[in-house]
């Protein structure tokens, strides 16, 4: 089952870019290192293979061999020109010829420049490109879409191709994973980039990764080490956390082994249309030094994952224990983290010893919620990213309404004064299309609340 990226803007090409390098890293790992039998192996390194890459050869697959299943667009070159460098001087793998679409001339972090402007102008030139990269797969299960909040292309070209997917792919599965700005803000628009584009995905796509800029960095900082954080240590993390979800995996259900293709996770994450925002929590995460030092059992590194889940914590560090699922405040409100549904991945050694029933207590769940369709459990005994035993936990909850009640609300004080609207009127946008975004934002944010 092929899943096709789009990536789009620099913070998009930037994440694919680096997503296809875990992902191959990963798939060719020396075999000492993999932890299962060769042919077991290779049937995981044809899997991803077949999922993420297109062979350009006819011989038995091999590193440098394969290009990438994707679609890069952007209007300024550069982001697109660097990634496509870097993944050809790997030697492992490179981007397809002429599947990439720039221009001169950037979207200057003006959401309404890229979806009224740049969008209709490269949408017939861009869906092209997609349609040769679907005509490459023998199943296609569907596309992953690239792109960051803040700016204007990534996120406002990023919102009109996605319209344009589904219009012109109406049964396959879109998944969107989008970058959330910082708090203390990257550009002085962003909160109504970020608006914007989440109401308008969210009438398109079928899934939306949410990953946030603050969570990444201080993953960056407190388990990775590293002093002078960049976008590609950031991105590094990304990658991470989306490979572990993506990579092949199976479950077995009552006796029937189906692997983690992206529509059957997605139909079982997203059950109801009002809940669209998964988020990812995965464990290990530590510094290549400190991983030779360390070991793990699955009884402490699931307790610690599922304290996760319930405090609604970005790592291991600092979780708040005294957090109890179902707890509540005095006056009533929820206090953990609750979820409409959850998959679990595990991979590494020892994968069938791991008790995963503290994942199927009611209380993490909304009471509306089959509890057998709840969690679904899969796994990989190969190893994954070098670490010999690790988890990523899948999750559609409660987790992002903090930052989208921030992102509404400042919003909101920006346009109650009108302040920069005028720039988005002049590509196009009209008030009422704020004011829809925030009435179909203010929608989910009360569906969440109400789980």
Not at 23 to 46: L, R, T, W
Not at 73 to 85: G, S
Request: aromatic share 8%; hydrophobic share 35%; net charge neutral.
């Amino acid at each position: 089952m092929s899943v096709i990226t789009v990536q789009l803007g620099q913070c998009g090409n930037q994440i694919g870019g680096q997503f296809f390098s875990t992902v191959i890293e990963d798939a060719y790992s020396k075999p000492s290192q993999v932890g299962v039998k060769p042919h077991k192996n290779q049937e995981y390194i044809d899997e991803t293979l077949d999922r993420f890459f297109t062979q350009r050869e006819t011989t038995l697959a091999k590193a440098g061999t394969v290009d990438a299943r994707a679609v890069m667009v952007d209007m300024e070159p550069k982001a697109i020109a660097q990634t496509c460098l870097e993944a050809k001087r790997s030697g492992k793998w490179k981007y397809p010829d002429k599947q990439q679409f720039c221009q001169k001339r950037g979207s200057g972090n003006n959401w309404a420049h890229g979806f009224c402007v740049h969008g209709p102008r490269v949408r017939d030139d861009v869906l092209n490109m997609v349609r040769r990269e679907a005509e490459k797969c023998d199943n296609l299960s569907g596309f992953v879409c690239y792109l960051s909040l803040a700016g204007g292309t990534g996120s406002g070209v990023g919102a009109f191709m996605t319209e344009g997917l589904r219009d012109e792919y109406p049964h396959s599965f879109i998944m969107n994973q989008v970058v959330w700005p910082y708090q203390t803000g990257e550009v002085i628009v962003q909160n109504y980039n970020a608006m914007l584009t989440l109401s308008h995905l969210y009438s398109t796509s079928d899934a939306i990764v949410v990953m946030e800029n603050d969570s990444l960095h201080k993953i960056c900082q407190q388990l990775l080490n590293i002093n002078k954080i960049s976008f590609k240590a950031i991105n590094k993390v990304v990658s991470h956390k989306l490979a572990s979800f993506l990579q092949p995996a199976q479950s077995d259900n009552d006796g029937y082994t189906c692997s983690n293709d992206l529509g059957s996770m997605l139909h079982h994450l997203v059950p109801h249309p009002e809940h669209k925002l998964l988020t990812l929590k995965n464990i290990p995460q530590m510094s290549e030094r400190a991983m030779e030092f360390s070991t793990y059992q699955w009884h402490g590194l699931l307790k610690h994952l599922r304290q996760m889940l319930v405090a609604d914590a970005a790592m291991e560090e600092g979780i708040n224990w005294d957090i109890r699922a179902g707890s509540a405040t005095p006056r009533g409100s929820i206090r953990s983290n609750r979820s409409l549904a959850n998959t679990l991945i595990l991979r590494g050694k020892d994968v069938e010893a791991a008790d995963v029933a503290a994942f199927q207590d009611k209380k993490l769940y909304t009471d509306w919620m089959p509890p057998e369709l709840t969690l679904n459990v899969m796994k990989q005994p190969r190893i994954f990213n070098q670490y010999e035993k690790s988890a990523v936990l899948v999750s559609n909850s409660q987790s992002p309404i903090g930052s989208l009640e921030n992102t509404i609300s400042r919003a909101w004080t920006m346009f109650s004064s009108r302040a920069y609207v005028h720039q988005y009127k002049r590509h196009g946008l009209a008030e009422d299309d704020f004011i829809d975004s925030f009435v179909a934002l203010e929608q989910v944010l009360a569906s969440y609340k109400a789980l």
